[in-house]
């Protein structure tokens, strides 16, 4: 783990060193050091990475007919009251959305209400 300039800041004057902080800051800016951060604890971990999910769309190939493929998804985003999960699934012929559900949470009844409303709407 690389610590920030403010731990690596405070370490040296534990060490009994004399430095300014702007200069600590400065130095590991100039060398390509940073410090590295760790989620915050409890923080949902993002269900499909960017490259996973490209290699999922890649793999359903690219249907030339609307209603020959669905293709689905679980979004995680962040709000002011907590996480918000959002099960989407899409038509990937037309590229339209036909089924979507939002939940603060991801059990099985969000994925199933997006399905649900898939089925309903194709």
Known sequence: MAYGSPMVHA????LGRVV??????????VNG??????????????PLMPTLRS??????????????SPGSEIFLRSTDEGWLYIAS????????????????HMQTELV???LTMAA???
């Not at 370490?11 to 534990?14: G, I, M, N, P």
């Not at 300014?20 to 800016?29: G, Q, S």
């Open 11 to 14: 370490q040296l004057q534990r």
């Open 20 to 29: 300014n902080h702007k200069n600590v800051a400065r130095l590991m800016r």
């Open 33 to 46: 050091i940073v410090g590295v951060f760790k989620p915050a604890k409890g923080a949902p971990q993002s």
């Open 55 to 68: 290699r999922i769309y890649r793999n359903a190939g690219s249907p030339q007919a609307p209603q020959t």
């Open 89 to 104: 699934v899409i038509d990937l012929g037309s590229r339209r959305l036909i089924g979507y559900s939002m939940a603060d």
């Open 112 to 114: 199933a209400d997006a």
């Open 120 to 122: 309903r709407s194709w």
